[in-house]
């Protein structure tokens, strides 16, 4: 049997309770947690790098930092200004220079990067959770 087209018509314009809806978009409180755990592995980078650990260096960078990516672009999304995905921008510009650092080898610029990269993601967070 067909569904009666009006009775389609009203159950899909009809107005949903946000209480109703199982998922209700990330949690800030999740989000501003995972940004802090992946933030407090940035210096870890500096000691690494000091101890010429390349391979741990770039397993943080793909590891526990991106996932950090990802969480910022969900934040910026829902922060929903330029300002906010400007910031998440030099976040990831900085860790990628962390990356091309690692790759040849270069304590000094991986650390500067790496300190840099901490000072913008604090940015970051005061932007997006303002």
Not at 5 to 10: A, D, H, P, R, S
Not at 86 to 114: P, Q, T, Y
Request: aromatic share 4%; charged share 30%.
């Amino acid at each position: 049997v067909m569904p009666n087209y009006i009775e389609y018509l009203i159950e899909k314009n009809a107005k949903t309770d946000p209480a109703d809806l199982l998922y209700r978009g990330p949690d800030p409180e999740t989000q501003l947690r995972r940004i802090g755990e992946a933030g407090n592995r940035l210096p870890e980078i500096a000691q690494l790098a000091e101890e010429k650990k390349w391979s741990q260096v770039q397993g943080i960078i793909t590891g526990p930092l991106g996932t950090l990516l990802q969480t910022m672009n969900n934040v910026a999304s829902i922060a929903g200004t330029k300002e906010a995905k400007d910031a998440a921008k030099v976040v990831k510009a900085d860790l990628l220079e962390i990356g091309v650092a690692a790759g040849r080898k270069e304590s000094a610029s991986c650390i500067k990067s790496a300190e840099k990269a901490s000072k913008d993601l604090e940015k970051f967070v005061t932007i997006a959770f303002k």
